[in-house]
């Protein structure tokens, strides 16, 4: 609840003039790019930011389940949208909800980043525990200089550009959308879209604007979809390195 209340201050320093006693001006493209991308980077950074803490810990440097599931539970339990996991070095894992799970994580192109003691941000996978399309948040678990372990959260992405949507409030004609370094959608204002690559979808010409986008850290871009034309404004996020857009559609072709 802090998180929205906080990102709805600044959404309306984005789009109101402090001290006008005019009305204000409707927003921009821009000024909605900025609000989702920072709402969508503050909810990340936030839970990297618990994890560190909750990593630091006694229970959780301990490596032992027990120790450190009601601590895990806890924080799982005060922020809706994601699971808590931990994992150890041979990729066998625990979640809050199930305890220990019958299948590991050292097949997920990740895991070899956090065993080498580095965070990971925003990596796209289907849960394993939850079968949610998720982005990933984690870091490693040090003892001294070794690690001994990782503790992690799938946020479900569903759940977030819902989040997202009650945030932005857009009118229709107007979208958001999100994508990976890879060209996979992270987040849309239809959620189906999850996980989809825009350039597989048909339109040679959105599929054109989707690679300039990948190859340009941030401008504009206009396509052709759903029997219209789209202009979309974009930008590189610092966190996740996620393309976060916002699309509006022009007059519908005949």
């Given at each position: 609840?802090?998180r ?6 600044l959404?309306t ?30 909810r ?5 930011q618990?994890l ?80 949610q ?33 009650a ?10 959308f ?44 206009t ?32």
């Open positions: 609840m802090k929205l209340l906080l990102v709805g201050v959404f320093l984005l789009v109101v003039v402090p001290g006008c006693a005019q009305k204000a001006p409707a927003p921009t493209g821009t000024s909605i790019l900025s609000a989702f991308m920072s709402y969508t980077d503050l990340i950074t936030s839970v990297r618990s560190e803490i909750l990593a630091s810990t006694s229970e959780v440097k301990s490596g032992k389940w027990d120790t450190m599931k009601n601590l895990l539970a806890g924080y799982e339990a005060s922020d809706g949208g994601l699971i808590v996991w931990y994992v150890r070095p041979d990729g066998t894992y625990f979640t809050v909800e199930k305890g220990l799970m019958d299948v590991t994580l050292s097949d997920r192109d990740y895991f070899p980043d956090l065993m080498a003691g580095r965070a990971v941000t925003g990596a796209l996978v289907v849960s394993k525990a939850t079968g399309r998720s982005a990933v948040v984690a870091v490693p678990v040090k003892k001294g200089e070794a690690v001994v372990g990782a503790i992690g959260a799938s946020l479900f992405l569903d759940k977030l550009s819902e989040q997202v949507d945030v932005l409030a857009l009118e229709p004609g107007t979208s958001y999100a994508l990976s370094p890879d060209g996979l959608t992270t987040l849309h204002r239809t959620v189906d879209r999850h996980f989809l690559d825009p350039r597989e979808l048909g339109s040679e010409s959105l599929k054109t604007a989707v690679e300039e986008m990948l190859a340009v850290a941030e401008g504009e871009v396509y052709e979809f759903d029997n219209a034309t789209k202009t979309a404004v974009y930008r590189t996020s610092p966190v996740t390195q996620w393309r976060f857009a916002i699309a509006v559609g022009g007059a519908a072709k005949k």
